[in-house]
């Protein structure tokens, strides 16, 4: 079946500009999760959601990051005022729920800053 | 949060056993030991899983020691495919919260 998608698969913008990231995950997935992963290291959660609701957003570096999913399907990490230190893959991941806790990703937006 | 320590690198010889170690030496009983890997550009990929007894699926074998503070993900026969960073984490969280934690991993390069 298809996987976790996201996009768009690179994004470059502006130093002080607004970003949205898109997440879809697998269908029927009712935990969904982002993850940031700077270059040569290991992916650092963001923020999870189970169903609508943000159930831990305390991986958010500050009030800048927002994340959304308001039907508890597709996600949107949205960036505001990007600075260059907020380049990085951002990744997705989805769990059928948060018992059964095997996550599975999706292939990365590589945001870059200039 | 049980920390974990996995060699930054090691190479296997295609066709040959790849064995990959991972210490978690302050492992908690209800804590699961997870594996995933990382090909170049692309998102981590779901390995296998367990808690106390080896497993094994159609990718790779589990093995973790009796007391579980270690643990070796096993690829029986590996291919230049396999060439990727392998990921060791051990589940944190509370209540139904369970963010996996990444650390460096360790570059599996698999030469021909």
């Known amino acids: 079946g298809a996987g976790v998608s996201q996009t768009p698969s690179n994004k470059v913008t502006e130093k002080g500009k607004y970003v949205e990231l898109r997440c879809d995950p697998i269908?029927?997935?009712?935990?969904l999760y982002w993850y940031r992963q700077s270059l040569g290291q290991g992916p650092e959660f963001l923020i999870y959601f189970q169903g609508t609701g943000a159930a831990d957003d305390s991986g958010l570096p500050n009030d800048r990051f927002f994340a959304v999913r308001p039907e508890g399907s597709v996600s949107t990490l949205k960036i505001q005022r990007t600075e260059r230190g907020d380049s990085a893959v951002y990744l997705c991941a989805s769990s059928l729920n948060a018992v059964t806790d095997t996550q599975y990703f999706g292939p990365g937006t590589r945001l870059t800053v200039l | 949060d049980a920390k974990t320590t996995q060699p930054p690198s090691m190479d296997c010889a295609e066709g040959r056993a790849a064995n990959l170690p991972c210490n978690h030496s302050t492992i908690s009983g209800n804590e699961y030991v997870y594996w995933y890997r990382q090909i170049h550009s692309q998102g981590p990929q779901y390995i296998i899983h367990g808690l106390k007894n080896n497993e094994t699926n159609e990718m790779a074998s589990l093995i973790i020691t009796e007391d579980r503070k270690s643990s070796t993900l096993i690829l029986p026969h590996a291919t230049l495919r396999d060439t990727a960073v392998y990921y060791c984490?051990?589940?944190?969280?509370?209540?139904?919260?369970?963010?996996?934690?990444f650390g460096k991993g360790t570059l599996l390069t698999v030469n021909p």
């Open positions: 269908s029927g997935h009712t935990a």
């Open positions: 984490i051990v589940r944190v969280g509370k209540g139904s919260n369970y963010k996996l934690t």
